[in-house]
């Protein structure tokens, strides 16, 4: 689904008819990619029109294998902060990108811009915490949890601004992490939200690496 109809179609009739049309739409397409670079190919093709469609995307997300040789240009950890790492550009119309947690690193709590997102744990596991948006702007509250998942090797999640908003953590404090994320249509803006308060500030997302070669972002 386009983020329009996401905001637009709230019937769940007529989701299901939208989805039926978008799955009609990719089902020429190969839903087994063999390698990182064929998991891209399918990516650039699934989004040659502007119609996003959730399920073959998860799909084709879910069913990629992959291994350590092709990720390892992107598998960039560091001490501090976990790294954002891009793989791909997609000619402005999707990131995708390589994200390591090394033990005990997490984001904070994030919307995601109105772009969907779709992650898949390459390496280790993670939890996923899901929160609503905050009620009222102007009253300081306690975040609701949705949801806490663990998210593990090989799996594949989705978010949208819709579904609310979630932090990502590695609980091991023993063993790193790696995660494969696709945002569409990329962003460089977010907003980061206090769990305790509800309050909100903008956040600059910034690339680690790009292409497997370091930035002078971070
Ligand atoms: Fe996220």
Not at 15 to 23: G, N
Not at 83 to 94: A, D, M, P, Q, S
Not at 149 to 175: A, C, F, M
Request: hydrophobic share 30%; glycine share 6%; proline share 3%.
């Amino acid at each position: 689904m386009t983020e329009a109809l996401v905001n637009t179609y709230t019937n769940t009739n007529d989701i299901q008819l939208i989805r039926m049309e978008y799955v009609d739409k990719t089902a020429h397409l190969s839903t087994q990619p063999n390698s990182l670079n064929e998991l891209i190919d399918l990516i650039y093709q699934a989004f040659a029109t502007n119609d996003v469609d959730i399920d073959y995307v998860s799909t084709i997300m879910n069913n990629y294998k992959g291994n350590m040789k092709e990720w390892l240009p992107y598998m960039k950890f560091q001490p501090n902060k976990y790294t954002r790492n891009l793989v791909n550009g997609g000619n402005g119309k999707f990131n995708l990108m390589i994200l390591c947690w090394a033990e005990g690193q997490g984001s904070s709590i994030h919307d995601h811009t109105n772009s969907h997102c779709f992650m898949k744990c390459l390496q280790g596991s993670l939890i996923e915490t899901k929160y609503a948006w905050p009620n009222d702007e102007n009253k300081e509250e306690q975040m609701r949890i949705i949801s806490r998942t663990e998210l593990k090797e090989g799996q594949v999640t989705y978010i949208n601004d819709t579904i609310g908003l979630h932090r990502v953590e590695n609980p091991s404090h023993t063993d790193t992490c790696a995660t494969l994320h696709l945002y569409v249509p990329p962003y460089s803006q977010c907003n980061i939200f206090d769990e305790r308060t509800g309050r909100t500030n903008e956040a600059h997302v910034t690339f680690y690496s790009k292409g497997g070669q370091l930035t002078k972002n971070e």
